[in-house]
């Protein structure tokens, strides 16, 4: 089992910058794939980063270079450096942890799941 608890949202104004994190609980935190993903209010839930166990890092096309995921083993934290931020990037922002050889990019291949943090950008 596996506890994700994301935290760094907030408001932040057209061009800003935020730093998303999520901790996570257990000894096996260095062997799974870690990812974000966000949900805006009527929209599906969709792929935003991933951080694979051996290192392999793959963005969303949006994301076009605007935002770098980044983890620490030995904190068992992963995060999210969002820069230049739209506001259409305003979503509850997601973590969730789960097993190599799966899409990276559908939320089923994810076997845990963080409660969520907001982030608004405003206009």
């Known amino acids: 089992q596996v506890h994700l608890v994301e935290s760094g949202g907030g408001l932040v104004q057209t061009g800003g910058s935020l730093r998303l994190s999520c901790a996570a609980s257990?000894?096996?935190?260095?062997?799974?794939?870690m990812s974000w993903f966000r949900q805006a209010p009527g929209k599906e839930r969709e792929f935003v980063a991933t951080?694979?166990?051996?290192?392999?890092?793959y963005y969303a096309d949006f994301v076009k270079g605007r935002f770098t995921i980044s983890r620490d083993n030995a904190k068992n934290t992963v995060y999210l450096q969002m820069n230049s931020l739209q506001p259409e990037d305003t979503a509850v922002y997601y973590c969730?942890?789960?097993?190599?050889?799966?899409?990276?990019?559908?939320?089923?291949?994810?076997?845990?799941w963080g409660q969520g943090t907001q982030v608004t950008v405003s206009s």
């Open positions: 969730a942890a789960g097993p190599g050889g799966r899409r990276v990019a559908v939320t089923t291949a994810y076997d845990f």
């Open positions: 257990g000894r096996t935190f260095s062997s799974y794939r």
């Open positions: 951080s694979g166990s051996g290192g392999t890092i």
